[in-house]
């Protein structure tokens, strides 16, 4: 189904992956996997109220507890070390591995305990007796938009974290001049990517060395910078192993603070320190949630279809600490006006602190509920002109000649074939008999409907949204680095610089790798080099692995060629314009006879300097750090700026049924067709795509971490939040489509968040068809069957 | 704690003699006492699959269930499913089909489908879904479990032959 297959031996073909072995067998290494000796194990003590001052900690029964060996409360940790890192300059907005003096939400965690083992710490953690003053908290994002609320940091004196706006093109003439408008409100609730293994990590300080070791479960940029910075030691103090198997993350495992905390219990007791979130610390007090927005958008459009500007103001819940949560406001703007002709913006962006757990980084960096704001408005628009919801986005779409596309947010779009793309999704659908199936079950009396929805996936990553948010930050470098090797026997190691949470990068270095030096992938080593010996990168985030590691190590792979092809030069005393490489081998174009082969050469250049050529190294290594497309540059004086260098493409096609009693909904069927350039191994790709969409189902229909009015939390287990199953993911069909980017080695693009971006907006789109008949809509996820129940009956 | 006993279990063909409260879940038996390191933590409730092991044929969670009721009976964990280096066909299945991503729910379904198999050589689309229905994945979607359970059905039917 690839309409343009790259010429490769290696990419883009079906290849089994490097990692699946140990993984069907039992034998990964996650971080519940790493023992040590003489390891202790921490439990923390979480605060029950959602917002109150700490008057006292009494830890005396537990510290006598036998097998205790230390209780450290918020006191101990803020002498002893720094705030963790936040984004944004808010000085008075300090978040700190446990609450010191004041408590923010319920679950947060006051106290720690470190025993023999995790019964006994949680048994210790029993004994320890706080006195708390509950004071009033403030859960509604709305209320703590408001002067005059209780404030979540009183020191920062508001609880508002950024309040920005953005004007990019001729706003109020395109609203003058456009036939209609219409405004609404979208509403995306509280949900996270809860990876099934919660987050954990160990670390033991070596006093003899004056290093800190750390084995974690983590997937972010500048995890080892941050620890150094909150525990105040050097950053070449700190070793992070970046071997250890990460068991899903998709953006959340930054366990920032459960490090910095067995960080400095380690140093403290001289002894290595476990820290694994049971599951109730995880879903209640891991700071791990995802964004938690309220969207007021306006939509300027010509009875023709076409839309022509926007005025979005974005509320967002980041809970009581932000880290880097804010920023997923920022992002957005890359993609600010999907795949369409829209000619103008006004984005206000807003931030607020609440009393509830807090806010990280979630697939697609904010992007998936601004894409489903972005879809309503497009079917509300075709509701309001009765209009055909896929005729007015091909009305819509940026063409292909349109390329590359500078939106009005000053990025621009390096290629694609929306059209085309959608094309494919209706043929995959046969869309006119999906449409006649939809028609037969309402004339049963029951409630169908089709979904219509596309998405833009940046990837690449660039930090210019932080910029753009908080000027003080001027980071233009989001670059990623590999190291390659081979040794004297002729065997190739790839060297990553970061973790693995399942995206499969081992598979990806030794496809490219191979292609590149026409070797057998599956002969090909990968390794995750620690903190200490890895090259720069910014870690598997941003859709960017792909792309950026892919870069990093095709350049790796050109100056290994290039030391093999000189090596070939100098001993078949031949110019390099008159060599030939293929599978390892150099012989002379017109004379095969002379040759030397993989083995040979790779002899050569680790034992037999006298037959290297004049200055060249022996052995054969090659590093290479590539800076990130397009990126590097600040804003121009319209405040312009390009995020993030690719751009992929989905349109995804689902049908529903609606049980007009209950509210269930069914998903009966689920098309896509994406565009995520070269692919370079189809069962990744196609893995990261269904995984986004059921992702994107849960978003839309189940999951929700729900507080209640008081600041309770309410959604502590699967159970709860609810998790979607293989009864609620159905068996989606889906189909590709190949524009390679301009930018990139292979002409790849990202693929890892495009599902849970179009997911969503896809799944309220068909639920909205199913209502229409009735005259109803919903515009806010998840939409349970309790809520579309009472919409249905009027009946809570 | 209950007060320690001493466990017969048999684990992969192999028996062991532990000592512990048997109301301890067998998973913590398993990770900490025996080094068998493939059934994993999920949700300490038994809500989401991840510690799955055969109980004489039976996939049976064990983050939340006593070592104690485990006595006498077969145990399988993902670690006996392989004969050596030589995977088996459900393992093969999820490595052909590319059914793997994080690896972490993986154990859990591999125990699931071959507890399936072993019951019914030739399930539909259905049978599979109710079978790993307790086995919550985060990163597949489903699909390409799927399918590598098709896969692995159809293959020991032709081996079956």
Same mark, same amino acid.
């Given at each position: 189904?690839?309409?343009?297959a790259?010429n490769?031996?290696?990419?883009?073909?079906?290849?089994?992956?490097?990692?699946?072995?140990?993984?069907?067998?039992?034998r990964?290494?996650?971080?519940?996997?790493?023992?040590r000796p003489?390891?202790?194990?921490?439990?923390?003590?979480?605060?029950?109220?959602?917002?109150?001052?700490?008057?006292?900690?009494?830890?005396?029964?537990?510290l006598?507890?036998?097998?205790?060996?230390?209780?450290?409360?918020?006191?101990?940790?803020?002498?002893?070390t720094?705030?963790?890192?936040?984004?944004?300059?808010?000085?008075?907005?300090?978040?700190?591995?446990l609450?010191?003096?004041?408590?923010?939400?319920?679950?947060?965690?006051?106290?720690?305990?470190?025993?023999?083992?995790?019964?006994?710490?949680?048994?210790?953690?029993?004994?320890?007796?706080?006195?708390?003053?509950?004071?009033?908290?403030?859960?509604?994002?709305e209320?703590?938009?408001?002067?005059?609320?209780?404030?979540?940091?009183?020191?920062?004196?508001?609880?508002?974290?950024?309040d920005?706006?953005?004007?990019?093109?001729?706003?109020?003439?395109?609203?003058?001049?456009?036939?209609?408008?219409?405004s609404?409100?979208?509403?995306?609730?509280?949900?996270?990517?809860?990876?099934?293994?919660?987050?954990?990590?160990?670390?033991?300080?070596?006093?003899g060395?004056?290093?800190?070791?750390?084995?974690?479960?983590?997937?972010?940029?500048?995890y080892?910078?941050?620890?150094?910075?909150?525990?105040?030691?050097?950053?070449?103090?700190?070793r992070?192993?970046?071997?250890?198997?990460?068991?899903?993350?998709?953006?959340?495992?930054?366990?920032?603070?459960?490090?910095?905390?067995?960080?400095?219990?380690?140093?403290?007791?001289?002894?290595?320190?476990?820290?694994?979130?049971?599951?109730?610390?995880?879903?209640?007090?891991?700071?791990?949630?995802?964004?938690?927005?309220?969207?007021?958008t306006?939509?300027?459009?010509?009875?023709?279809?076409?839309?022509?500007?926007?005025?979005?103001?974005?509320?967002?819940?980041?809970?009581?600490?932000?880290?880097?949560?804010?920023?997923?406001?920022?992002?957005?703007?890359?993609?600010?006006?999907?795949?369409y002709?829209?000619?103008?913006?006004?984005?206000?962006?807003?931030?607020?602190?609440?009393?509830?757990?807090?806010?990280?980084p979630?697939?697609?960096?904010?992007?998936?509920?601004?894409n489903?704001?972005?879809?309503?408005?497009?079917d509300?628009?075709?509701?309001?002109?009765?209009?055909d919801?896929?005729?007015?986005?091909?009305?819509?779409?940026?063409?292909?000649?349109?390329?590359?596309?500078e939106?009005?947010?000053?990025?621009?779009?390096?290629?694609?074939?929306?059209p085309?793309?959608?094309?494919?999704?209706?043929?995959?659908?046969?869309?006119?008999?999906l449409?006649a199936?939809?028609?037969?079950?309402?004339?049963?009396?029951?409630?169908?409907?089709?979904?219509?929805a596309?998405?833009?996936?940046p990837?690449?990553?660039?930090?210019?949204?932080?910029?753009?948010?908080?000027?003080?930050?001027?980071?233009?470098?989001?670059?990623?680095?590999?190291?390659?090797?081979?040794?004297?026997?002729?065997c190739?190691?790839?060297?990553?610089?970061?973790?693995t949470?399942?995206?499969?990068?081992?598979?990806?270095?030794?496809?490219i790798?191979?292609?590149?030096?026409?070797?057998?992938?599956?002969?090909?080593?990968?390794?995750?080099?620690?903190?200490?010996?890895?090259?720069?990168t910014?870690?598997?985030?941003?859709?960017?692995?792909?792309?950026?590691?892919?870069?990093?190590?095709?350049?790796?792979?050109?100056?290994?060629?290039?030391?093999?092809?000189?090596?070939a030069?100098?001993?078949?005393?031949?110019?390099?314009?008159?060599?030939e490489?293929?599978?390892?081998?150099?012989?002379?174009?017109?004379?095969?006879?002379?040759?030397?082969?993989?083995?040979e050469?790779?002899?050569?250049?680790?034992?037999?300097?006298?037959?290297l050529?004049?200055?060249?190294?022996?052995g054969?290594q090659?590093?290479?750090?590539?800076?990130?497309?397009?990126?590097?540059?600040?804003?121009?004086?319209?405040?312009?700026v390009?995020?993030?260098?690719?751009?992929?493409?989905?349109?995804?096609?689902?049908?529903?049924e609606?049980?007009?009693g209950?509210?269930?909904?069914?998903?009966?069927?689920?098309?896509?067709?994406?565009?995520?350039?070269?692919?370079?191994?189809?069962?990744?790709v196609?893995?990261?795509?269904?995984?986004?969409?059921?992702?994107?189902?849960?978003?839309a229909?189940?999951?929700?971490?729900?507080?209640?009015?008081?600041?309770?939390?309410?959604?502590?287990?699967?159970?709860?939040?609810?998790?979607?199953?293989?009864?609620e993911?159905?068996?989606?069909?889906?189909?590709?489509?190949?524009?390679?980017?301009?930018?990139?080695?292979?002409g790849?693009?990202?693929?890892?968040?495009?599902g849970?971006?179009?997911?969503?907006?896809?799944?309220?789109?068909?639920?909205?068809?199913a209502?229409?008949?009735?005259?109803?809509?919903?515009?806010?996820?998840?939409?349970?069957?309790?809520?579309?129940?009472?919409l249905?009956?009027?009946?809570? | 704690?209950?007060?320690?006993?001493?466990?017969?279990l048999r684990?992969?063909?192999?028996?062991?003699?532990?000592?512990?409260?048997?109301?301890?879940?067998?998973?913590?038996?398993?990770r900490?006492?025996?080094?068998?390191?493939? +059934?994993?933590l999920?949700? $300490?409730?038994e &809500?989401c #699959?991840? %510690?799955?092991?055969? *109980?004489?044929g039976?996939? !049976?969670?064990t983050?939340?269930?006593?070592?104690?009721?485990?006595?006498?009976?077969?145990?399988?964990?993902?670690?006996?499913?392989?004969?050596?280096?030589?995977?088996?066909?459900?393992?093969? +299945?999820?490595?052909d089909? $590319?059914?793997? &991503?994080? #690896?972490? %729910?993986?154990?859990? *379904?591999?125990?699931?489908? !071959?507890?399936?198999?072993?019951?019914?050589p030739?399930?539909?689309?259905?049978?599979?879904r109710?079978?790993?229905?307790?086995?919550?994945?985060r990163?597949?979607?489903y699909?390409?479990?799927?399918?590598?359970?098709?896969?692995?059905?159809?293959?020991?039917?032709?081996?079956?032959?």
């Amino acid at each position: 189904m690839i309409s343009q297959a790259p010429n490769t031996r290696y990419v883009a073909r079906k290849r089994r992956t490097q990692e699946d072995k140990r993984f069907v067998t039992g034998r990964g290494v996650f971080v519940q996997d790493i023992e040590r000796p003489g390891m202790l194990h921490v439990a923390a003590l979480p605060c029950p109220y959602p917002r109150a001052r700490i008057n006292n900690i009494d830890f005396s029964a537990a510290l006598a507890m036998p097998g205790v060996h230390a209780v450290l409360d918020g006191a101990e940790l803020a002498a002893a070390t720094n705030p963790l890192y936040g984004g944004l300059k808010t000085p008075g907005v300090k978040w700190r591995p446990l609450a010191f003096e004041l408590s923010r939400y319920a679950g947060e965690w006051v106290a720690a305990v470190a025993a023999d083992s995790r019964a006994i710490a949680e048994d210790a953690m029993e004994l320890i007796e706080v006195d708390y003053t509950p004071t009033d908290p403030v859960i509604d994002p709305e209320e703590a938009y408001q002067a005059g609320s209780p404030q979540v940091h009183p020191e920062h004196g508001s609880n508002v974290l950024y309040d920005g706006e953005f004007t990019w093109g001729p706003v109020d003439d395109d609203f003058a001049a456009a036939d209609h408008s219409l405004s609404f409100r979208a509403r995306w609730h509280r949900s996270s990517t809860v990876p099934i293994e919660t987050f954990g990590a160990v670390a033991e300080w070596d006093e003899g060395k004056g290093i800190l070791d750390v084995w974690a479960s983590i997937q972010m940029p500048n995890y080892a910078d941050q620890i150094a910075g909150a525990m105040g030691i050097p950053l070449n103090a700190v070793r992070v192993h970046q071997d250890v198997d990460v068991g899903g993350s998709y953006g959340v495992k930054r366990g920032i603070k459960h490090t910095v905390l067995i960080g400095y219990l380690s140093r403290k007791l001289e002894r290595p320190i476990r820290l694994i979130e049971d599951r109730l610390d995880n879903m209640g007090g891991g700071d791990a949630h995802g964004p938690d927005r309220i969207f007021d958008t306006q939509v300027a459009y010509n009875a023709d279809g076409m839309i022509k500007s926007l005025k979005i103001r974005a509320l967002d819940d980041a809970g009581a600490y932000p880290g880097r949560g804010p920023f997923q406001l920022g992002k957005p703007i890359a993609a600010i006006v999907g795949p369409y002709t829209i000619n103008s913006v006004h984005y206000e962006a807003i931030s607020v602190t609440t009393n509830k757990t807090g806010q990280v980084p979630v697939r697609g960096f904010g992007q998936a509920p601004t894409n489903y704001m972005l879809e309503r408005a497009v079917d509300k628009v075709a509701a309001a002109l009765g209009m055909d919801r896929i005729e007015i986005r091909r009305r819509n779409f940026i063409q292909p000649d349109q390329f590359p596309y500078e939106q009005p947010s000053g990025t621009k779009y390096d290629s694609g074939n929306y059209p085309a793309v959608m094309d494919k999704v209706l043929a995959l659908a046969n869309f006119d008999a999906l449409c006649a199936r939809r028609d037969e079950i309402r004339s049963e009396g029951r409630l169908a409907g089709i979904g219509v929805a596309t998405c833009l996936e940046p990837g690449g990553g660039n930090n210019m949204f932080e910029y753009l948010m908080n000027p003080a930050a001027e980071i233009t470098t989001f670059m990623e680095g590999a190291e390659a090797r081979i040794d004297g026997e002729g065997c190739i190691t790839g060297v990553m610089a970061t973790t693995t949470s399942g995206q499969g990068h081992e598979t990806l270095v030794a496809t490219i790798l191979g292609e590149e030096l026409g070797r057998e992938p599956d002969d090909i080593r990968v390794i995750h080099a620690d903190t200490l010996t890895a090259m720069p990168t910014r870690s598997p985030v941003a859709s960017r692995m792909a792309i950026m590691l892919g870069g990093a190590i095709t350049g790796a792979a050109a100056k290994l060629k290039a030391q093999i092809m000189a090596i070939a030069a100098h001993n078949l005393e031949t110019p390099l314009d008159q060599l030939e490489y293929s599978g390892g081998d150099v012989s002379v174009r017109n004379d095969p006879s002379r040759k030397l082969t993989w083995n040979e050469i790779c002899y050569i250049a680790h034992k037999q300097y006298h037959r290297l050529p004049e200055g060249a190294a022996p052995g054969l290594q090659a590093q290479h750090v590539w800076q990130v497309p397009l990126g590097g540059q600040l804003p121009d004086a319209d405040g312009k700026v390009q995020l993030y260098p690719c751009f992929s493409f989905q349109a995804h096609i689902p049908l529903v049924e609606i049980d007009p009693g209950t509210g269930k909904v069914t998903l009966l069927e689920y098309f896509i067709a994406h565009d995520c350039g070269t692919v370079i191994n189809p069962d990744i790709v196609r893995g990261m795509i269904l995984g986004g969409i059921a992702h994107g189902i849960g978003a839309a229909l189940y999951e929700k971490f729900e507080y209640a009015p008081d600041g309770q939390f309410l959604s502590a287990t699967f159970a709860d939040y609810l998790m979607p199953s293989t009864f609620e993911v159905p068996l989606v069909k889906d189909t590709e489509h190949c524009t390679p980017s301009p930018l990139t080695s292979h002409g790849q693009k990202g693929s890892g968040e495009g599902g849970y971006l179009g997911g969503p907006a896809a799944v309220a789109s068909a639920v909205n068809d199913a209502l229409s008949p009735r005259g109803l809509e919903i515009d806010q996820l998840p939409m349970r069957m309790s809520l579309i129940e009472e919409l249905l009956n009027g009946t809570p | 704690m209950g007060m320690a006993e001493e466990i017969l279990l048999r684990i992969n063909g192999t028996e062991h003699r532990i000592h512990c409260d048997p109301a301890t879940p067998l998973l913590f038996v398993l990770r900490n006492q025996l080094g068998l390191t493939g +059934a994993k933590l999920g949700c $300490g409730l038994e &809500q989401c #699959g991840a %510690c799955a092991v055969l *109980m004489d044929g039976v996939s !049976q969670l064990t983050c939340a269930t006593g070592v104690g009721e485990f006595q006498g009976r077969d145990i399988v964990t993902v670690e006996g499913l392989s004969n050596g280096g030589t995977l088996s066909a459900v393992q093969q +299945a999820f490595v052909d089909a $590319g059914a793997a &991503q994080c #690896g972490y %729910c993986t154990p859990g *379904m591999l125990i699931a489908a !071959q507890a399936l198999l072993d019951e019914n050589p030739d399930p539909d689309e259905a049978d599979i879904r109710e079978a790993i229905g307790g086995n919550i994945c985060r990163c597949t979607g489903y699909v390409q479990i799927i399918e590598a359970i098709k896969l692995a059905a159809e293959n020991l039917r032709e081996a079956a032959q």
